[in-house]
């Protein structure tokens, strides 16, 4: 079966798991190209704002989470500590242990946190349509609904700014499903 890009714009796949899938990826693709957009120098969109992921508040040092990652986690966390623990494994399994310059290690993890943060906020689009489209029988509203959020600045905000809110929004709004 053959599925036009007419039926696909116009909701008239039945698949519930397609549209969802669609509206994710269309999520992914229109967040990543806001961020190609905005970037100052339209090559790298990793810091939108004069903020790391090392330098906010509730954040542990990246050295302090490379060097000892279980005492880190365990004694001096802030708040609930799953956003120092991505860091930490990013920074310890996914980027080069050679790093040893703290700025280029920062800049490492924050890329790869900026990656993530765009599936996290293509999943969370497709799972507030299908929180809609449960909640309504109607795929078109849910899919101006969550066209609305994509479009909206607060997602695309909690999207680049790389802290934790996020991943607890995310978290809440897939219990709640």
């Known amino acids: ?27 992914a ?9 905005a970037a100052e120098n339209g090559v790298s969109p990793v810091h939108f704002y004069s ?10 040092p990246i050295a302090g989470l490379r060097e000892h990652p279980l005492d880190s986690l365990y004694f001096l966390h802030v708040q609930p500590p799953l956003f120092d623990l991505i860091r930490t494994l990013a920074a310890t399994l996914v980027v080069d242990s050679n790093i040893t310059d703290e700025a280029i290690l920062i800049h490492a993890v924050d890329i790869i946190l900026q990656n993530l943060y765009l599936v996290l906020y293509a999943v969370l689009s497709a799972v507030i349509f299908l929180w809609i489209k449960r909640a309504t029988n109607s795929s078109w509203f849910a899919g101006v609904v969550a066209f609305g959020w994509m479009i909206y600045p607060t997602p695309i905000f909690m999207s ?8 607890s929004t995310l978290l ?3 219990m709640i499903l």
């Open 1 to 27: 079966m053959l599925i036009k890009i007419k039926d696909i714009l116009s909701l008239r796949v039945q698949s519930t798991a397609f549209q969802v899938v669609f509206l994710g990826v269309l999520a």
């Open 29 to 37: 693709g229109f967040l990543s190209t806001f961020q190609l957009i």
């Open 51 to 60: 903020l790391s992921s090392d330098s906010l508040m509730q954040t542990l």
């Open 160 to 167: 680049t700014l790389l802290d934790g809110t996020l991943l």
């Open 172 to 174: 809440i709004t897939w």
